[in-house]
């Protein structure tokens, strides 16, 4: 009976330590509600200290994962695996995630900040009412490029970049809507173009430009621009200001034709596991001074209206990167153009990259 009685409870032991590891590690891996929340978002696109006051102020420990693209990070969400409490896409992203119903209503009374957004970023067409997300940044895709490595090479169309004189010197942002866009816009086509002829032109016109691209890259493209080791980039403009900041010598233009306007906006999975948890961290990045000091760290532009009267005036005053009016009306939105036409720009600027090889 003794032997029996021993046994039970090692038995008892080993459950208790296998249920402890498996909490383990589904907190490890995102499963975890409670005091957990899972965040995830681009590369290099918070600041780390904000993290740790967010933990600070409300007990939560933050599982903080990256992903590259829009379309990795709608990937993952849609596998499961991974329960995701906050998610940072963009525009079409929202849009598409909206129609496949892989996201939580937003409870707006539980997000009292909201009221610091500017009204110009609430109610926008891929989400009225902001029903399924909270503004993050904004921005727009342009050149960064080097006048002191260029001999007087100026850029104000997209077409400059077909310039023989930049054999191998300028580096793309890897991205299928991004180069795929730039393309159409140096025709005069609009950035969400459905027609296959003018997508096939627009494919074609980019191999032309092929030996003058040096790369195409991911975050890496800032150090590269920033050592001087390429003389243009097409980026996001937030990407642009880092490297400004870190090298006096770049500079920044959003070309005559037109380019995006992009929205990155936070949202709540319907796999989140900590729906509470995941409304206090949306509140909290709309913190004023959170918003402020997160802004001045990543370089993008705010949507915080309390943000940018504590950030400078000479930042908030750079037309380069919180642009007129005037420019904004050349610029247009990302849409969801649905997973067919999706699939096809994919697999042309997959063939666009393998003609580099």
């Known amino acids: 009976m003794k032997k029996l009685v021993n046994a039970f409870l090692a038995i008892v032991i080993v459950s208790f330590l296998l249920i402890m590891l498996v909490n383990y590690l589904n907190a490890s891996e995102g499963y975890g509600g409670g005091n957990t929340i899972t965040v995830y978002n681009w590369g290099d696109y918070i600041d780390p200290e904000l993290l740790d006051r967010f933990e600070e102020e409300t007990g939560i420990t933050v599982i903080y994962e990256t992903f590259d693209s829009n379309e990795a990070m709608m990937t993952k969400i849609q596998q499961g695996g991974t329960s995701y409490d906050v998610a940072i ?11 496949e119903g892989q996201l939580l ?7 009292p900040n909201l009221k610091n957004i500017d009204e110009r970023f609430l109610d926008l067409s891929f989400d009225p009412g902001n029903e399924y997300s909270i503004p993050y940044f904004w921005g727009t895709v342009g050149i960064v490029y080097n006048p002191t490595l260029l001999d007087g090479i100026e850029f104000h169309s997209w077409n400059d970049l077909w310039n023989e004189d930049l054999k191998n010197e300028i580096l793309l942002v890897d991205g299928a809507r991004e180069v795929l866009g730039f393309g159409l816009n140096s025709l005069n ?9 003018k997508l096939v032109e627009a494919k074609e016109k980019l191999e032309t430009l092929q030996p003058n691209i040096k790369a195409i890259v991911g975050d890496e493209i800032k150090m590269l621009m920033v050592n001087e080791e390429a003389s243009v980039g097409v980026v996001w403009s937030g990407d642009a200001a880092d490297m400004m900041w870190e090298n006096e010598n770049l500079d920044y233009v959003v070309p005559v034709e037109g380019s995006n306007l992009w929205f990155d906006n936070m949202v709540i999975p319907k796999t989140a596991k900590n729906v509470d948890g ?3 961290f949306i509140n909290f990045m709309l913190d ?5 000091q997160n802004a001045d760290y990543v370089g993008y532009s705010t949507p915080n209206k309390e ?3 504590l950030l400078p005036e000479e930042t908030i005053s750079d037309e380069r990167f919180y642009p007129s009016p005037e420019l904004t009306e050349r610029l247009e939105v990302y849409e969801n153009l649905g997973k067919k036409m999706l699939a096809y720009y994919n697999d042309l600027y997959l063939e666009f990259k393998m003609h580099r090889k």
Do not use: F, R
């Open 89 to 99: 896409p963009s525009e079409y992203a929202i849009e598409k995630m909206k129609e």
């Open 105 to 111: 209503k937003v409870d707006h009374s539980k997000i």
């Open 189 to 197: 086509y609009s950035l969400n173009e459905t027609d296959q002829a």
């Open 278 to 280: 995941a409304h206090q």
């Open 288 to 292: 004023a001074e959170v918003a402020a």
């Open 307 to 309: 943000a940018m009267k």
